[in-house]
């Protein structure tokens, strides 16, 4: 079994900067995918970012430019950081990890509020 927490979300200023990071723990043994999607009220869950086990990533257009994710492979962490939020950028925050052999694990979420 794989948990996920996840941790960093909060109430935040347009214009201003977030990071969140999320940390798995369990039985990893081959990790692929690591990765960030948001929900907000009334809306699908999006994809933000992804980082795969090469290091290559991925990102929503929206957040291109904004938004940095990276891993830290020895803890087993991915970090999502977040520059220039914008009010839409707020949604609950969840971390996903996919295994090479295909299974998928969601965190618990956290909650991005970007207002004045």
């Known amino acids: 079994q794989v948990q996920l927490v996840e941790s960093g979300g909060g109430l935040v200023q347009p214009a201003g900067s977030l990071r969140l990071s999320c940390a798995a723990s369990?039985?990893?043994?081959?990790?692929?995918?690591m990765g960030w999607y948001r929900q907000a009220p009334g809306k699908q869950r999006e994809l933000v970012a992804l980082i795969f086990n090469d290091g290559d990533t991925t990102y929503a257009d929206s957040v291109k430019g904004r938004f940095t994710i990276s891993r830290d492979n020895a803890k087993n962490t991915v970090y999502l950081q977040m520059n220039s939020l914008k009010p839409e950028d707020t949604a609950a925050y969840y971390c996903?990890?996919?295994?090479?052999?295909?299974?998928?694990?969601w965190g618990q979420g956290t909650q991005v509020t970007v207002s004045s």
């Open positions: 996903r990890l996919l295994t090479n052999a295909g299974n998928g694990y």
């Open positions: 369990g039985n990893i043994f081959d990790i692929h995918t």
